[in-house]
């Protein structure tokens, strides 16, 4: 009996502890709304897929919403679609506009980009040894910081996206040390920080918070799981992303903490243009989007990246819903 009150008693202990270190590290500041700082994340081949004129969206964005925080993806399959051809038109132009209003810009490269299948590798490299394909990987990388490294308009160059994110979309696992080479070849060119990023939800941090100036998550509440074949709310709170930071603070340094993808469309079974209304609604609309805004404030970051700009135009101009559109006009 004596035994079994002790167990009990050390049972009880460290279920104390454990809520405790929960309470102790998910601690952190929590920032005013007028301490935050919103971006967005512009994908010219989610416009495209959407039916919409690239060109027309993006000046929408910087002239209507008046954004002054960008992330754009350089993909190589359009920047190098073919071997040792290089096209540099519809990136010059997105980067030259969003210069000229004194937009800041995060300028994002490699072979894993933000949109789905995830990785935008030319198809041109398919038949190429493994040697060979991180030689010319490694050149686009090169050729791309070479060319807008006077650029005084980018702030920081992210490399890869969600790298350690291995089992989402349709990627092969990237080598960690091809990464290293990726980030070498980077600093080797220019100073400025080096954004790595990693999932909010489903990723420990510490690989890719070591080799970050800057470490972005990505943010997501409502999603579609193809795994589990239904909706999934993630029943985490603000203080699950404090826990996480405060944890990674032990073993990595990066000057700067972001979100650099947080959830603004609909993560539907099918790609969201062909969903029913109802159907986006469940994982996205303005009270979801009110909500998630709120649920970022409240996890101790103060910079965002949202992710779904192309989404908002869609409903506007296609939908007639303006109301996404105008709610974010607000925050920039």
């Given at each position: 009996?004596?035994?079994?009150?002790?167990?009990?008693?050390?049972?009880?202990?460290?279920?104390?502890v454990?809520?405790?270190?929960?309470?102790?590290?998910?601690?952190?500041?929590?920032?005013?709304?007028?301490?935050?700082?919103?971006?967005?994340?512009?994908s010219?081949?989610?416009?495209?897929?959407?039916?919409?004129?690239?060109?027309?969206?993006?000046?929408?964005?910087?002239?209507?919403?008046?954004?002054?925080?960008?992330?754009?993806?350089?993909?190589?399959?359009?920047?190098?679609?073919?071997?040792?051809?290089?096209?540099?038109?519809?990136?010059?132009?997105?980067?030259?506009?969003?210069?000229?209003?004194?937009?800041?810009?995060?300028?994002?490269?490699?072979?894993?980009?933000?949109?789905?299948?995830?990785?935008?590798?030319?198809?041109?490299i398919?038949?190429?040894?493994?040697?060979?394909?991180?030689?010319?990987?490694?050149?686009?990388?090169?050729?791309?910081?070479?060319?807008?490294?006077?650029n005084?308009?980018?702030?920081?160059?992210?490399?890869?996206?969600?790298?350690?994110?291995?089992h989402?979309?349709?990627?092969?696992?990237?080598?960690?040390?091809?990464?290293?080479?990726?980030?070498?070849?980077?600093?080797?060119?220019d100073?400025?920080?080096?954004?790595?990023?990693?999932?909010?939800?489903?990723?420990?941090?510490?690989?890719?918070?070591?080799?970050?100036?800057?470490?972005?998550?990505?943010?997501?509440?409502?999603?579609?799981?193809?795994?589990?074949?239904?909706?999934?709310?993630?029943?985490?709170?603000?203080?699950?992303?404090?826990?996480?930071?405060?944890?990674?603070k032990?073993?990595?340094?990066?000057?700067?903490?972001?979100?650099?993808?947080?959830?603004a469309?609909?993560?539907?079974?099918?790609?969201?243009?062909?969903?029913?209304?109802?159907?986006?609604?469940?994982?996205?609309?303005?009270?979801?989007?009110?909500?998630?805004?709120?649920?970022?404030?409240?996890?101790?970051?103060?910079?965002?990246?949202?992710?779904?700009?192309?989404?908002?135009?869609w409903?506007k101009e296609?939908?007639?819903?303006?109301?996404?559109?105008?709610?974010?006009?607000?925050?920039?």
């Amino acid at each position: 009996m004596l035994k079994k009150i002790k167990k009990l008693k050390n049972i009880i202990l460290i279920l104390i502890v454990f809520l405790f270190s929960i309470f102790l590290f998910s601690r952190g500041h929590i920032y005013n709304k007028n301490e935050l700082k919103y971006g967005i994340t512009f994908s010219k081949k989610q416009a495209q897929s959407l039916n919409l004129d690239w060109q027309e969206v993006y000046l929408e964005i910087l002239d209507d919403l008046g954004v002054k925080k960008l992330r754009i993806p350089a993909y190589w399959d359009e920047i190098n679609f073919e071997e040792n051809i290089y096209s540099w038109e519809d990136l010059d132009w997105q980067i030259k506009e969003a210069s000229e209003r004194e937009v800041e810009i995060i300028l994002a490269v490699g072979g894993r980009l933000p949109r789905w299948p995830e990785c935008h590798f030319p198809d041109w490299i398919n038949n190429l040894s493994k040697e060979k394909k991180e030689e010319k990987i490694l050149s686009y990388i090169n050729a791309t910081i070479t060319r807008y490294k006077n650029n005084k308009q980018i702030v920081a160059w992210q490399v890869e996206n969600e790298p350690f994110l291995s089992h989402f979309g349709d990627c092969p696992k990237l080598d960690s040390k091809l990464l290293d080479k990726e980030i070498a070849a980077v600093r080797a060119i220019d100073s400025r920080p080096i954004v790595i990023s990693d999932s909010g939800e489903l990723s420990i941090w510490v690989r890719a918070a070591k080799r970050a100036d800057i470490f972005g998550t990505t943010m997501y509440r409502d999603t579609y799981s193809v795994h589990l074949k239904r909706y999934v709310h993630y029943p985490i709170s603000p203080g699950f992303f404090r826990f996480k930071k405060n944890i990674t603070k032990l073993f990595a340094k990066p000057d700067k903490w972001i979100v650099i993808e947080l959830q603004a469309e609909p993560w539907t079974k099918v790609p969201y243009q062909y969903a029913t209304q109802e159907e986006r609604d469940r994982t996205m609309n303005l009270q979801k989007f009110r909500e998630i805004l709120e649920f970022g404030r409240k996890t101790g970051f103060n910079e965002f990246y949202l992710w779904g700009v192309e989404w908002w135009y869609w409903e506007k101009e296609v939908n007639n819903n303006p109301s996404l559109w105008e709610e974010a006009r607000k925050l920039f």
